[in-house]
């Protein structure tokens, strides 16, 4: 199964060195274990556009879906056996990046 660990942040989105190096650990852990599917970190959200073209005008509009004060700052998308394995991992994704985690599953087909 796959699942999508995201970060949760409300600070400036970026790690220190020391959370780096962390994460860098633990990415290398991944793929090793062969969990790994990707990884990236995600522009803040006054950085993103919100594109709508359902109608007959599309819209593009400045800033976030969400204007609360967390927000998605990356994600983990790894291959894991079943929910408990993706928990225990996203428990170790939040100890290494010093935020929290939200785990979702993929829909699969």
Request: proline share 5%.
């Given at each position: 199964?796959?699942?999508?660990?995201?970060?949760?942040?409300?600070?400036t989105?970026?790690?220190?060195?020391?959370?780096?190096?962390?994460?860098?650990?633990?990415?290398?852990?991944?793929?090793?274990?062969?969990?790994?599917?990707?990884?990236?970190?995600?522009?803040?959200?006054?950085?993103?556009?919100?594109?709508?073209?359902?109608?007959?005008?599309?819209?593009?509009?400045?800033?976030?879906?969400?204007?609360?004060?967390?927000?998605?700052?990356?994600?983990?998308?790894?291959?894991s056996?079943?929910?408990?394995?993706?928990?225990?991992?996203?428990?170790?994704?939040?100890?290494?990046?010093?935020?929290?985690?939200?785990?979702?599953?993929?829909?699969?087909?």
């Amino acid at each position: 199964m796959r699942f999508v660990l995201s970060v949760i942040d409300h600070q400036t989105g970026i790690a220190t060195a020391e959370e780096m190096a962390a994460i860098g650990a633990f990415n290398a852990r991944l793929v090793a274990e062969g969990s790994w599917v990707m990884a990236a970190g995600l522009a803040a959200p006054n950085e993103s556009l919100l594109v709508d073209a359902r109608g007959e005008t599309p819209d593009v509009s400045p800033g976030p879906l969400h204007h609360g004060s967390e927000y998605i700052s990356g994600f983990w998308i790894i291959e894991s056996p079943g929910l408990d394995d993706a928990v225990a991992l996203a428990m170790e994704a939040s100890t290494h990046c010093r935020r929290r985690v939200e785990v979702r599953a993929f829909l699969e087909t």
